[in-house]
């Protein structure tokens, strides 16, 4: 009876458009969207960034060795308009109403402090807000201040190599997917939950508080069938709804890089390809499946008691931030997998994704995470059994 | 057969309630202590104004809330105890009842046959029957939800007889219907009757009532006014028309409570 229940609820949802439109068109486009603006502008901004001629101003002696140095710099740093500024007040007014990118003072006793085998102290102006011109100032002066060391070493015929004490190398020892995993791998389950999510509510909302509102779960109880067969029928329903949520995003994760080609950083290519396998997919469902329906058990009480479906939308859509805000969590760097977050729903989905991503999940705290959503769930389940069972909650 | 035995309903009630009703009380009686009896082959009527507490027992009869005391025994099952086997007896239809939009006429009925276990064989000759009866036949692949109202009021009236059931529950069925759709619910009665099927229908509309019943309850506030048949009523009331007669015992129950 569960079966069929499930089957005719199943067919009516997906001949609802509101939620097909969330439940598959959304999270397919979803990631060839977001990847596509971001490809976009990333490449735009580095084009940009490279293009931009740069006005510098200063105030000194054009003859100083940083002024030199500027004039000497190689024309792949980047084009350049160097202006001179009669004072430092002049110059710093136009730093902050743009009409130059950067400011260069250089004081008056340079001649004094070179002569005298002393550094000399720049003061350089930047506005931050412009994105990219602090790295930009930080690599011309780094170039500078080389260059005045390289020819200050010749002038005392000294050896530049022999005053480099301590050599160091760095090198990193997790591979290409642990990185990817530990950094980037937390946005992926975030977005398979927030779908996730998504993917319950409008079922969630049409299968119990649009029966309400239609009247149609009246003749459905007069029926003799029980009620908690009707609750799980529904509630598979639900969960699956958010599974297939999740399964698209999966799916437009798949086109951006295999069809669209959106990606074309080999590296990145080859572990996405490395994560899209059967057996991360089967483990990543193992823990999605227990979060839908612990996302269906939260909604469904809600979806009950409600009188109008805009009442229960307006209940449950605030509560996507407080389900979805512990998946954000996960996105913190430094937020590991062990026995205390493993037993903290959501995140605990988060980062057992991660650690799946990367690699190195522990089996053990696969199996607490996978326990503690599944009792989740069934309290879940249970609660909305009882929320269901009562008569002022499921008549009008 | 239906046989109803000092049926009580209370519903608590919450503050937001309590305020909307200005009361303090903290429980509401929807149904008090009410008992009678319905016939197979005979139509019995339940009467009473709105808030009366017709849908509560009607509700408690097709077994959607269960009573918080008395009996209710239908086609020789204890609907309070037995609840599920009691609902395969019955079929439920109400003019406010609400059809699956997105299924055609064929799917939801099929639907509602499989709940209630109907074999595949029984479900072919009853549905060839209902759908020629009700002529269906022509809109029976097309979504409920782009049907008239006549339309969906056929397939509702499919959905209830679907299983065959021994005991049919009439709520306002005809309530917000046109005049053609409200004849077909009101045919459909009649023929009840005639297949000595138990029929019980709760109204307002007195004509309707003239029209078919054989016995008939009142009921206001949750109490029974008045229980026996059409014929004992006609024979014993002091005003000219049955609706006259229906206000004067509201009133009269009215001014005894005040």
Redesign the interface.
């Known amino acids: 009876?569960i079966l069929?229940?499930f089957l005719?609820e199943l067919?009516?949802t997906l001949?609802?458009k509101r939620t097909l439109i969330m439940m598959v068109v959304i999270p397919v486009l979803v990631f060839p969207i977001v990847l596509n603006l971001f490809v976009t502008v990333s490449s735009s901004f580095e084009k940009d960034a490279a293009m931009q001629r740069v006005k510098i101003g200063f105030v000194g002696d054009a003859q100083s060795p940083v002024i030199a140095g500027f004039l000497e710099m190689p024309a792949a740093m980047g084009k350049k308009d160097l202006i001179p500024y009669p004072n430092e007040k002049a110059l710093l007014q136009d730093v902050k109403n743009d009409s130059l990118q950067m400011g260069i003072i250089v004081p008056d006793n340079y001649q004094e402090k070179m002569d005298s085998m002393e550094a000399v102290t720049c003061e350089v102006y930047y506005d931050a807000t412009d994105l990219g011109i602090k790295d930009r100032a930080k690599s011309y002066m780094e170039y500078v201040e080389k260059s005045a060391r390289d020819k200050r070493y010749k002038s005392m015929n000294l050896d530049e190599t022999k005053f480099q004490v301590i050599l160091t190398n760095y090198n990193n020892t997790a591979s290409d997917k642990e990185m990817i995993g530990k950094l980037a791998g937390g946005i992926l389950p975030y977005i398979f939950i927030a779908f996730g999510f998504i993917g319950c509510m409008y079922p969630a909302i049409d299968l119990f508080t649009g029966?309400k509102e239609?009247?149609?779960i009246?003749?459905?109880?007069?029926?003799?069938?029980?009620r908690l067969q009707i609750l799980i029928g529904k509630m598979c329903v639900v969960a699956l709804s958010g599974l297939l949520a999740a399964t698209c995003a999966l799916v437009g994760l798949y086109l951006s890089i295999e069809v669209f080609n959106l990606v074309d950083n080999e590296e990145i290519l080859s572990i996405v390809r490395g994560i899209l396998t059967p057996s991360f997919i089967i483990m990543l469902f193992l823990l999605l499946f227990p979060l839908t329906v612990f996302f269906a058990g939260v909604m469904i009480p809600i979806a009950v008691y409600a009188k109008s479906f805009k009442e229960a939308q307006s209940i449950i859509t605030p509560l996507n931030i407080v389900m979805v805000l512990p998946a954000m969590i996960g996105l913190l760097p430094g937020i590991e997998l062990n026995y205390m977050t493993a037993c903290i729903p959501v995140i605990n989905v988060v980062l057992a994704t991660k650690e799946l991503i990367a690699g190195t999940l522990e089996p053990v705290l696969l199996l607490l995470s996978f326990g503690i959503m599944v009792t989740l769930a069934m309290i879940a389940v249970f609660v909305s059994y009882r929320h269901f069972g009562k008569?002022?909650n499921?008549?009008m | 057969m239906i046989k109803v035995e000092n049926l009580r309903k209370e519903f608590p009630l919450g503050r937001t309630l309590q305020k909307e009703l200005a009361t303090k009380e903290k429980i509401a009686v929807a149904v008090d202590n009410i008992s009678f009896q319905c016939q197979p082959g005979r139509i019995f009527s339940l009467l009473g104004p709105n808030g009366a507490g017709k849908t509560t027992t009607m509700r408690m009869l097709s077994t959607i809330f269960k009573p918080t005391s008395g009996n209710i025994e239908i086609a020789g099952i204890n609907a309070v105890t037995n609840s599920r086997d009691a609902r395969r007896k019955i079929g439920f239809l109400t003019g406010s009842t609400g059809l699956y939009a997105r299924l055609t006429p064929n799917e939801l009925i099929k639907y509602f046959a499989d709940l209630y276990e109907v074999s595949d064989a029984d479900f072919k000759i009853r549905k060839e029957k209902l759908f020629d009866l009700l002529d269906m036949n022509d809109f029976q692949n097309k979504r409920i939800g782009k049907l008239s109202t006549g339309m969906k009021q056929k397939v509702s009236i499919c959905r209830t007889m679907i299983h065959d059931p021994e005991v049919i529950v009439f709520d306002e069925p005809t309530s917000g219907l046109d005049v053609i759709t409200a004849e077909n619910i009101i045919s459909l009665i009649r023929d009840c009757k005639n297949d000595g099927k138990t029929v019980i229908f709760s109204s307002h509309i007195m004509s309707e009532v003239d029209l078919l019943c054989d016995d008939m309850a009142i009921v206001h506030k949750g109490k029974l006014l008045y229980n026996g048949t059409m014929e004992n009523f006609r024979s014993n009331q002091q005003e000219s028309s049955l609706t006259a007669e229906f206000i004067r015992i509201i009133h009269e129950s009215n001014a005894a409570t005040v």
């Open positions: 009876m069929k229940i005719k067919k009516d001949r609802d029966e239609r009247g149609t009246e003749t459905l109880l007069t029926t003799p069938v029980s008569e002022t499921i008549v």
